[in-house]
């Protein structure tokens, strides 16, 4: 039963690298998210998904970009690393609309841009 | 538009003494409420939720009830532990939107000393 996988855990970038973070969920959820977690900033919400095909922009979408070509992930790309996006990030799945979903967290993934 | 307050921390307790975190919201429907605890290095996971107004959620010793009337869903403990020790989330999802989107409160961090 993995749940939602994040990969890679660990990452040190250059500035104006690119990279992408995978998300992959086993649970048949409909939403998926990317979200970042920032000391004092709580977490953001950067793109999200509401179903294959589909993405849409959270809070703080600049310098990302995302796809959700299969139902099952949700990748989060970086095309040119910036040191403001030195991070935790989170990816996050849920069954979709409706009465109190639960949701749930992948482990996170750490980059470090320098 | 919809947020989450919590008390700010760090709070330090010593072992077995009562805790309370202190949560409000603020949304425009009928939200789903949420506390979700992080352990150093992992990512979050749900301790409790509360999906209508006078619910109460409880897990692990833990107790938070829904108070549509202050706006609140405080989280509660009798006697803590030091594996209690961990950031906690409160959180709320709202359903009216087009999609579930969670908001998160800046998370208050706990220490749990012997």
């Known amino acids: 039963n993995a749940g939602v996988t994040q990969t890679p855990k660990f990452r040190v970038l250059k500035t104006g690298q690119s990279m992408t973070l995978l998300c992959a969920q086993d649970?048949?959820?409909?939403?998926m998210y990317w979200y970042r977690q920032d000391p004092g900033m709580g977490l953001r919400l950067i793109h999200y998904?509401?179903?294959?095909?589909?993405?849409a922009k959270g809070e703080v979408p600049d310098g990302y970009n995302v796809s959700r070509l299969k139902k099952q992930n949700f990748l989060l790309g970086l095309e040119s690393a910036a040191p403001s996006q030195t991070s935790v990030y989170f990816c996050?799945?849920?069954?979709?609309?409706?009465?109190?979903?639960?949701?749930?967290f992948g482990e996170g993934s750490w980059l470090t841009v320098v | 538009g919809n947020s989450v307050t919590q008390m700010e921390g760090p709070v330090t307790l010593s072992e077995e003494a009562f805790l309370t975190i202190n949560c409000t919201y603020t949304?425009?429907?009928?939200?789903?409420l949420f506390w979700y605890v992080q352990y150093p290095g992992e990512g979050l996971q749900l301790l409790l939720k509360?999906?209508?107004?006078?619910d109460k959620g409880s897990n692990k010793g833990f107790e938070a009830t829904y108070r549509k009337e202050t706006t609140s869903f405080h989280l509660e403990k009798g006697s803590v532990q030091v594996s209690d020790s961990a950031v906690y989330f409160c959180?709320?999802?709202?359903?009216?939107?087009?999609?579930?989107?969670?908001?998160f409160g800046p998370g208050t961090s706990l220490s749990v000393i012997p």
């Open positions: 959180a709320l999802s709202d359903r009216v939107t087009s999609y579930d989107k969670v908001i």
């Open positions: 509360a999906t209508k107004a006078d």
């Open positions: 949304a425009t429907g009928y939200p789903s």
């Open positions: 996050v799945s849920s069954y979709g609309p409706g009465s109190g979903n639960t949701i749930y």
């Open positions: 998904s509401v179903g294959e095909g589909t993405t």
């Open positions: 649970m048949n959820h409909e939403y």
